[in-house]
């Protein structure tokens, strides 16, 4: 098992920037795909990115690439969401996932493993 706890959220300006934490419990990390996930009010959940666990690959949404990045540091059980060009749309509650030995396709994941959530507004 993994407990996620995400951390970085808050209010910025459009065109800001803020960068999400994600720190994962456990000895088995490296093992584990990770990904964010986010939920805007009166909206469903949507994927936003992931990072394999078995190498560098990575994936975005069609709405944030080119302006976000997700990374990992296995060594301090951290992944990181990088937004850079932040759009008011972009509002939402942001959520940590994360799901052991995944492989499947990331446009139709649903993870096993969730975070309680982190606000991130981006006002006009």
């Known amino acids: 098992q993994v407990q996620l706890v995400e951390s970085g959220g808050g209010l910025v300006q459009a065109g800001g920037s803020l960068r999400l934490s994600c720190a994962a419990s456990?000895?088995?990390?490296?093992?584990?795909?990770v990904g964010w996930f986010r939920q805007a009010p009166g909206k469903e959940r949507e994927f936003v990115a992931a990072?394999?666990?078995?190498?560098?690959?990575?994936y975005y949404a069609d709405s944030v690439k080119g302006r976000f990045t997700i990374s990992r540091d296995n060594a301090k059980n951290t992944v990181y969401l990088q937004m850079n060009s932040l759009k008011p749309e972009d509002t939402a509650v942001y959520y940590c996932?994360?799901?052991?030995?995944?492989?499947?396709?990331?446009?139709?994941?649903?993870?096993?493993?969730w975070g309680q959530g982190t606000q991130v507004t981006v006002s006009s």
């Open positions: 456990g000895r088995t990390f490296g093992s584990y795909a």
């Open positions: 990072r394999s666990w078995s190498g560098p690959s990575t």
């Open positions: 996932a994360a799901e052991r030995y995944y492989i499947g396709s990331y446009s139709h994941w649903h993870p096993n493993y």
